[in-house]
């Protein structure tokens, strides 16, 4: 399904991984993924380096975001049922924590994982294959140009990451289900009161989805508690408070032996008008 960023034709997988007819060839790296980036979105920064791949991987390897990709994954399975051939993508996958638990719980459904992060997709391939999902794919790729046709998906799963609603538009067959994962107001307030002496809660995102309609809303919340300064340093490094946490409050969150957190996520799910 993925597409020639080159010349937008269709890619055919091979044996050494995508062509399209013009003779646009892709090799798939040794850990299965693609690289199909165009000029303009390939920096050596872009997406989640290394160092925060691992801290990701780590902590969501805890298990304490399971109920989130479950939760995800069912709605997937619930708005795809009766679709012919049914094609998902996971845009801004990461590290492919909630994108191999969508495969392994939908056998029935082709999921597609793209990130910024060649990191990142490298890692969410090799762990594809460990678990031997064969119906998800993974590519270096932007939200933003994504190398998929017009109208060729069934449903897109945006986890924490950019939305754009002219891309998602183009891409989603009519009345297409695109579900967005954000914080709730009172996710993680607890690691914010450590860091700063005047704790907010999340304010709600404006996503200016003209293109969609709202379907439903979905809070799912709930305590978990951090058991271990490494726990809690994991999940420092993959928040956006990790870049702009004022020294004596990362202090204190470095003394920290255990954490109680409130794990909180609003589903949102839209429809293309």
């Known amino acids: 399904m993925f597409m020639c960023p080159v010349c937008k034709g269709r890619l055919k997988e091979n044996k050494f991984g995508y062509s399209c007819k013009k003779g646009h060839r892709f090799d798939s790296a040794a850990q299965g993924y693609v690289n199909l980036l165009s000029a303009k979105h390939t920096p050596k920064t872009a997406g989640d380096n290394p160092m925060m791949i691992k801290a990701r991987t780590d902590f969501l390897s805890l298990g304490l975001y399971r109920p989130l990709a479950e939760q995800v994954a069912s709605l997937i399975g619930k708005y795809t049922l009766g679709e012919e051939d049914p094609q998902v993508l996971d845009c801004g996958c ?122 439903d809303e979905i809070r799912l919340e709930y305590e978990a508690e951090l058991p271990s300064q490494k726990a809690i340093s994991d999940l420092f490094a993959m ?28 589903i949102l799910i839209f429809r293309k008008k």
């Open 239 to 266: 928040t956006p408070y990790y870049y702009r946490s004022p020294k004596d409050g990362t202090q204190r969150l470095a003394e920290l032996d255990s954490l109680n957190i409130t794990c909180g996520f609003d």
């Open 94 to 215: 990461g590290e492919g924590y909630y994108t191999n638990i969508y495969a392994e719980s939908n056998p029935q459904v082709h999921i597609y994982g793209m990130d910024l992060s060649k990191s990142g997709v490298r890692h969410a391939s090799s762990k594809a294959c460990e678990m031997g999902l064969d119906n998800v794919r993974y590519a270096a790729a932007s939200c933003f140009e994504l190398p998929f046709a017009v109208r060729s998906a069934h449903l897109i799963v945006c986890t924490f990451a950019p939305v754009s609603n002219e891309e998602y538009a183009r891409v989603l067959k009519k009345g297409g289900k695109l579900i967005i994962v954000c914080p709730s107001p009172g996710h993680l307030y607890e690691l914010k009161s450590v860091l700063y002496n005047e704790p907010y809660l999340n304010k709600p995102n404006n996503y200016l989805l003209k293109s969609f309609a709202p379907v």
